[in-house]
Protein backbone atom coordinates (compact mmCIF):
# COMPACT_ATOMS: atom_id res chain seq x y z
CA UNK A 1 0.00 0.00 0.00
CA UNK A 2 1.61 3.23 -1.31
CA UNK A 3 2.09 6.22 1.45
CA UNK A 4 -0.01 9.14 0.93
CA UNK A 5 2.70 11.62 1.15
CA UNK A 6 6.71 11.14 0.44
CA UNK A 7 9.38 10.63 3.08
CA UNK A 8 9.93 14.97 1.99
CA UNK A 9 6.95 16.23 2.50
CA UNK A 10 6.73 14.57 6.01
CA UNK A 11 9.54 16.51 7.10
CA UNK A 12 8.31 19.87 5.63
CA UNK A 13 5.23 18.79 7.99
CA UNK A 14 6.79 17.85 10.16
CA UNK A 15 8.89 21.38 10.12
CA UNK A 16 5.07 23.16 10.02
CA UNK A 17 4.32 20.87 13.40
CA UNK A 18 7.15 22.41 15.26
CA UNK A 19 6.76 25.70 14.74
CA UNK A 20 3.33 25.92 15.63
CA UNK A 21 4.18 24.30 19.25
CA UNK A 22 7.19 26.50 19.60
CA UNK A 23 5.00 29.42 18.59
CA UNK A 24 4.15 31.93 21.33
CA UNK A 25 0.93 32.43 20.62
CA UNK A 26 0.07 28.92 20.43
CA UNK A 27 1.33 28.09 23.91
CA UNK A 28 -0.50 30.94 25.02
CA UNK A 29 -3.81 30.08 23.38
CA UNK A 30 -3.11 26.94 24.76
CA UNK A 31 -2.24 27.70 28.79
CA UNK A 32 -4.70 30.14 28.73
CA UNK A 33 -7.17 27.07 27.39
CA UNK A 34 -6.14 25.26 30.42
CA UNK A 35 -6.99 28.44 33.12
CA UNK A 36 -10.18 28.59 31.32
CA UNK A 37 -11.53 24.67 32.30
CA UNK A 38 -9.76 24.54 35.69
CA UNK A 39 -11.84 28.05 36.74
CA UNK A 40 -14.52 26.59 34.34
CA UNK A 41 -14.93 23.23 36.37
CA UNK A 42 -17.09 22.12 39.09
CA UNK A 43 -15.72 22.70 42.83
CA UNK A 44 -16.27 19.56 43.98
CA UNK A 45 -13.59 18.61 40.40
CA UNK A 46 -13.11 16.19 38.43
CA UNK A 47 -13.26 12.46 39.23
CA UNK A 48 -13.05 9.73 36.24
CA UNK A 49 -12.58 7.09 39.65
CA UNK A 50 -10.25 4.75 37.50
CA UNK A 51 -6.66 4.41 39.02
CA UNK A 52 -4.62 1.20 38.39
CA UNK A 53 -2.03 1.97 40.90
CA UNK A 54 -4.70 2.13 43.79
CA UNK A 55 -6.73 -1.26 41.63
CA UNK A 56 -3.17 -3.03 42.19
CA UNK A 57 -1.25 -1.59 44.96
CA UNK A 58 -4.61 -0.22 47.22
CA UNK A 59 -2.84 2.95 47.73
CA UNK A 60 -3.41 5.87 45.84
CA UNK A 61 -1.07 6.83 42.83
CA UNK A 62 1.45 10.20 42.54
CA UNK A 63 -1.45 11.84 40.27
CA UNK A 64 -4.43 11.06 42.39
CA UNK A 65 -5.93 14.04 43.17
CA UNK A 66 -3.37 16.43 41.97
CA UNK A 67 -6.49 17.70 39.37
CA UNK A 68 -9.05 18.14 42.33
CA UNK A 69 -6.57 19.98 44.09
CA UNK A 70 -5.57 22.81 41.41
CA UNK A 71 -9.22 23.08 40.43
CA UNK A 72 -9.60 23.74 44.52
CA UNK A 73 -6.77 26.42 44.40
CA UNK A 74 -8.62 27.91 41.44
CA UNK A 75 -12.08 28.67 43.70
CA UNK A 76 -10.11 29.49 46.22
CA UNK A 77 -10.32 26.50 48.89
CA UNK A 78 -6.44 26.44 49.57
CA UNK A 79 -7.03 23.86 52.68
CA UNK A 80 -9.19 21.28 50.44
CA UNK A 81 -6.05 22.03 47.50
CA UNK A 82 -3.48 20.96 49.95
CA UNK A 83 -5.44 17.92 51.53
CA UNK A 84 -6.13 16.45 48.08
CA UNK A 85 -2.64 16.40 46.90
CA UNK A 86 0.39 18.51 48.36
CA UNK A 87 1.77 20.14 45.05
CA UNK A 88 -1.20 20.82 43.62
CA UNK A 89 -1.14 24.42 44.45
CA UNK A 90 2.58 24.10 43.39
CA UNK A 91 1.78 23.04 40.11
CA UNK A 92 -1.14 25.72 39.87
CA UNK A 93 1.44 28.57 40.88
CA UNK A 94 3.80 26.90 37.76
CA UNK A 95 0.88 26.99 35.12
CA UNK A 96 0.11 30.83 36.38
CA UNK A 97 3.64 32.19 36.06
CA UNK A 98 4.26 30.24 32.66
CA UNK A 99 0.89 32.03 31.54
CA UNK A 100 2.65 35.56 32.64
CA UNK A 101 5.68 34.44 31.24
CA UNK A 102 4.35 33.59 27.60
CA UNK A 103 2.30 37.05 27.79
CA UNK A 104 5.25 38.87 28.91
CA UNK A 105 6.75 37.52 25.74
CA UNK A 106 4.18 38.44 23.11
CA UNK A 107 3.44 41.70 24.29
CA UNK A 108 6.79 42.87 25.74
CA UNK A 109 9.17 40.61 24.30
CA UNK A 110 11.12 40.05 27.14
CA UNK A 111 10.24 36.35 29.38
CA UNK A 112 9.32 36.90 32.54
CA UNK A 113 12.09 34.01 33.62
CA UNK A 114 14.68 34.12 30.95
CA UNK A 115 15.78 31.20 29.41
CA UNK A 116 14.67 28.39 31.89
CA UNK A 117 15.33 25.28 30.54
CA UNK A 118 12.14 23.01 29.56
CA UNK A 119 13.78 19.64 31.12
CA UNK A 120 14.69 21.10 34.24
CA UNK A 121 11.07 22.53 34.78
CA UNK A 122 9.54 18.78 33.73
CA UNK A 123 12.07 17.49 36.35
CA UNK A 124 10.99 20.18 38.86
CA UNK A 125 6.95 19.90 37.72
CA UNK A 126 7.83 15.70 38.60
CA UNK A 127 9.86 16.10 41.69
CA UNK A 128 6.67 18.20 43.41
CA UNK A 129 4.43 15.85 42.29
CA UNK A 130 5.91 12.44 43.49
CA UNK A 131 7.10 14.72 46.16
CA UNK A 132 3.81 15.69 47.22
CA UNK A 133 2.45 12.31 47.06
CA UNK A 134 5.04 11.03 49.09
CA UNK A 135 4.68 13.55 51.81
CA UNK A 136 0.96 12.99 51.42
CA UNK A 137 1.06 9.18 51.77
CA UNK A 138 3.80 9.67 54.92
CA UNK A 139 0.86 11.90 56.51
CA UNK A 140 -1.70 9.43 56.01
CA UNK A 141 0.15 6.61 57.26
CA UNK A 142 0.85 8.19 60.56
CA UNK A 143 -2.67 9.32 60.88
CA UNK A 144 -2.10 13.10 60.47
CA UNK A 145 -4.20 14.69 57.79
Known amino acids: MP ?17 I ?36 FGISCPGCGITRSIIAVAHGHF ?24 IMLIFFTRPLFGNVHRWSVSAVLLSITIGGWALGLGLRLFGVS
Do not use: M, N, T
Open 3 to 19: FLCKRGDLAVYWGIAQR
Open 21 to 56: LASRKFQLVVISAIFGVVFLAPEQGISIGICLHRKI
Open 79 to 102: LAALRLHLGGPLVFLYFALLLLDR
